[in-house]
């Protein structure tokens, strides 16, 4: 082996890139060569000294998670990848195609029809998730005595307590003239926001009003629940819900109070 | 480099290997596409980073190349053939390339072949510094100052610690190239060193 050759071969023998039996030919040529065994250990520093300083740039946090969001899994998303049905082939008869397109067309009625009508059925069903969540959070208040966040019969403390918490400044009405107490108010959340609760008495009763605004206009309706009344309405773009055992009479009086008096602004 | 030397190799060129692959499966939906994209070539999301940070030598930038290289990996999944990490290493440096050359014009310079001029130089005196009195600031500035055909081999041969017949992948050039690229890539990053650092050298050569 010639001095040049050996040289040439270092990087590739400090990188372990080289084979066998040339590696065996160029030790034996480095161990009579002081100078080039000097040059292959400032070689193998220098491929150390990168290896341990030079900076290793990792992504930075978050852009991973960017670019996997970025990446198109939705089976709508037909670009991403070659369709592998095929329409109809030209050399297919017209026949063939209305054949072939009249299922699809019933199909497609059918989708629209079951679309319709599982719309109109669907759509109470919020109300009815609405109802259940008013229930369960007078039942967990009446369970756990905690009524009310601000205890207060004055709808002057009441009503800002309440706006200064929310989003919306909700209606407090004072009717104690018609044997409804106020005791107080308390949040909650319900059908995803949070809403107004006022808290009224009447003798033993405790009345929640669930308060909160609403762009659907809802009839008044009222229902018993697990021998709980629930009376709905709503006034003014906003929502009442008056969930209570007190009986469905008083209950719908309180309605008519409460609608009244929210319809004057 | 002499033909004896190529043929010393341990690695030569050889058609790739097909343990990995990118094809699908005719059933595969799209959400399975993506699982078995991340699960094959995202685990070398930081090496694809590192990558086209050293290239681009900007932050903002290598964040776009990467985004962009790895959408487009994805898109050229079924091309996949042998292992992932030098086939999305070869994406990441061809966005790079193109990147540079729509949006930095003057950091394509050093890609090109024989951009710089391979003059062989003398072999390193006793002058030559003893590389592990080298700071990081002084190896970074060093190696971000390589002409760009330099610093990748180098980022690629010992960041990476990829072999030649991979670097030779990703860089779409003969193996027998890599090794003479990353031995200038040493001399001259040896070079650019002692000349930052003329007080080691002054206290070297005094020794």
Known sequence: MTNDEASSLLNAYIDGELGPAKTLELEAHLAENPPLRAACGRLREMSEAVRLKADYHAAPAGLEARVRAAIPADEKDRSARPVRWAWPKPGVSLAAAVDWLRPAASLAAVALVTWVVALGYLRPSEDERITQEVLASHVRATLTSRFFDVASSDQHTVKPWLSARLAFSPPVSDLSASDFDLIGGRLDYIGAQPVAVLVYKRRQHVIDVFVWPSEIRQSEQTETRDGFNVERFSRNGMSFWIVSDLNRDELADLGRLLAERSAAP | ?207
Not at chain 2, 113 to 126: C, F, I, M, R, T
């Open chain 2, 1 to 207: 480099m002499t033909p004896a030397a190529d043929s010393a190799l341990l690695h030569k060129a050889d058609p790739l290997s097909l343990q990995h692959t990118g094809s699908a499966t005719p059933q595969e939906t799209l959400s399975e596409r993506k699982r078995r994209f991340e699960k094959l070539v995202l685990p070398h999301f930081d090496a694809a980073y590192n990558l086209a940070r050293w290239l681009t030598r900007n932050d903002q930038d290598a964040r776009d190349v990467v985004q962009e290289a790895v959408l487009r990996a994805y898109r050229f999944f079924e091309g996949l053939r042998g292992e992932a990490k030098p086939w999305l290493l070869a994406i990441v440096r061809n966005s790079c390339l193109t990147w540079l050359a729509a949006n930095r014009p003057a950091g394509t310079v050093g890609f090109e072949e024989g951009a710089v001029e391979l003059v062989p130089s003398d072999e390193d005196g006793p002058e030559t510094l003893v590389a592990r009195n080298f700071d990081r600031r002084m190896i970074n500035d060093a190696i971000a100052g390589l002409p760009a055909q330099f610093r990748e081999v180098l980022i690629l041969r010992e960041l990476e610690d990829l072999s030649y017949k991979d670097i030779a992948r990703i860089a779409d050039v003969p193996i027998g190239t890599v090794m003479s690229r990353l031995a200038r890539a040493r001399r001259l990053l040896a070079e650019s060193v002692r000349a930052a650092s003329p007080a080691i050298a002054a206290a070297q050569v005094a020794k």
